[in-house]
């Protein structure tokens, strides 16, 4: 590992990643190589977790080509030296903002969305001409196969390098010195790649999970608010950093909404045949989202096939928030539903807890869009639907306080992986003389007032 950090720093350091058609180049490269392996890609992600070809684009594929033809159309525009006004104090002068690859950076994926979530950040990094080293997780061990392989094929691996491993590994990883470190995980995980970021200052993106909370309320569409909640919940099992966690009803339509939620879970007719439904991703998780059933509060659903890392859609009412299930993230197909009688109060409710990485809310009332949106603190979120937010890449990705620090997409991940270097250039032509000796009171007055421009 030490050789291989030794390397890109050497090849970071030579400027070979500086000039922006290097960048480009290097990303269409990225792009050429998915598309070659998008068969071993869609093999080896089935293999792991069932999860379908149909999914795997839409979810995965799909929004890496197009982060990627963004980056490739935009990055000369994104690392161009932009000018930005000068203050007096300093006239005559030119002011810049330039900004600067951070350095060898590395990559920490999550199994959830394993192709997205490893490579995604990737893009942002080669944008801003970074160096990479890619630690994607180990838990679906043939996508992290398939991505090294793939990269190690299409990139020197001072340039871009993948290294494959658990704990062990990503401890070890950790040791080194990083001129960045992007993480997605679990908030647990994340305290753990902090403290150890910390110990060289290294800057830190850090995606995190939590429960995100959507609230419906009794003048929503109805059933266009089930369809895109029930998708968005069960979007590969549930399986979503940003998937509803659960649901806050209001009381006077919650027995409508829980049938409509029940008709379109059977309309839809999930199953691992169907392929609108992933596999647990193992049997550790399977375990811990079936202790989570209360079998008295299951409305829909509930069964568990342990044998194929199964289960169904469930709904579940009659949840408080001392239940169980809410008291962590819950990330399986198990959608719990609270029935409020009070917005102000769920709303007050929801602000006590950790923020999470989304909030939805589904009504057609302005007010309560804007209580909603402005008064919880949250990573992104949606009014009137749920997930879709993530992909618009004009939209910074990321959580807040135990749901993230920083964020990606688009410029924000080129952002991201660069450091802004603002830089004065100064004139020759005037020399004032007010910050030399003798400090006089006439001096002071002028400096006073030079402070205001
Ligand atoms: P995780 O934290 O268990 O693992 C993430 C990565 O950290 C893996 O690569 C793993 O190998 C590594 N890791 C695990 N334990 C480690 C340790 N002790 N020391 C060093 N490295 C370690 O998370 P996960 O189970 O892969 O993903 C689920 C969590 O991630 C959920 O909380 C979910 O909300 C969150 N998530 C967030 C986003 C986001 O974009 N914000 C996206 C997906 C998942």
């Not at 200052?201 to 609230?215: H, I, M």
């Not at 509060?297 to 709904?315: C, F, Q, S």
């Not at 919880?376 to 306080?401: E, K, Y």
Request: proline content about 5%; some cysteine; glycine content about 8%.
């Amino acid at each position: 590992m030490q050789e291989l950090i030794q390397k890109q720093r050497r090849f970071f350091d030579s400027g070979a990643t500086l000039p922006v058609s290097f960048r480009i180049k290097q990303l269409k490269q990225l792009k050429k190589a998915i598309r070659t392996h998008e068969g071993l890609l869609y093999e080896a992600i089935a293999a792991d977790f069932r999860k379908s070809k149909f999914e795997t684009y839409a979810t995965e594929l799909g929004l890496l080509y197009h982060e990627i033809d963004v980056a490739i159309d935009k990055v000369s525009q994104w690392a161009r030296r932009r000018r930005v006004p000068s203050n007096l104090l300093n006239f005559p002068a030119k002011s810049y903002l330039r900004p600067e690859p951070l350095g060898v950076s590395l990559v920490i994926g999550a199994w959830n969305y394993p192709y997205l979530l490893s490579l995604g950040p990737v893009i942002g990094a080669m944008a801003a001409g970074c160096t990479v080293i890619l630690k994607p997780s180990e838990l679906p061990s043939q996508t992290s196969a398939a991505m090294a392989t793939m990269i190690s094929v299409s990139f020197a691996e001072e340039y871009v390098a993948v290294v494959e491993g658990g704990v062990p590994e990503t401890t070890q990883l950790l040791e080194q010195r990083f001129d960045k470190i992007f993480f997605t995980g679990s908030t647990k995980v994340g305290k753990i790649i902090y403290q150890a970021a910390a110990k060289n200052l290294t800057p830190v993106t850090l995606e995190l999970g939590g429960k995100s909370p959507a609230f419906v309320t009794a003048d929503c569409n109805l059933k266009i608010t089930v369809k895109r909640l029930v998708w968005g919940k069960f979007l590969n099992a549930g399986q979503t950093c940003i998937s509803p966690d659960y649901v806050l009803v209001d009381r006077k339509i919650e027995k409508q909404f829980l049938e409509q939620c029940v008709k379109e879970i059977e309309k839809e007719q999930f199953s691992l045949e169907h392929g609108n439904i992933s596999q647990i991703i193992n049997d550790r998780n399977l375990q811990r989202l079936r202790q989570l059933i209360d079998p008295g509060k299951v409305v829909h659903g509930g069964k568990v096939d342990a044998a194929n890392r199964y289960i169904e859609p469930t709904l579940l009412a009659g949840i408080d928030f001392e239940d169980t299930i809410m008291q962590e993230e819950i990330f399986g197909p198990l959608l719990p539903v609270i029935a409020y009688d009070n917005l102000d109060e769920a709303i007050g409710k929801v602000k006590t807890l950790e923020k999470p990485l989304s909030c939805y809310v589904f009504t057609r009332s302005a007010r309560i869009k804007k209580q909603v949106m402005d008064g919880i603190s949250f990573g992104g979120g949606m009014i009137n639907d749920a997930v879709m937010h993530i992909t618009n890449s004009h939209l910074p990705f990321g959580g807040v306080g135990a749901s993230g620090i920083g964020a990606y997409h688009g410029k924000t991940g080129f952002d991201t992986f660069s450091h802004q270097k603002g830089v004065i250039e100064k004139k020759n032509w005037l020399e004032l003389p007010l910050k030399y000796f003798p400090h006089t009171p006439r001096k002071l007055w002028w400096i006073q007032r030079f402070f205001k421009f």
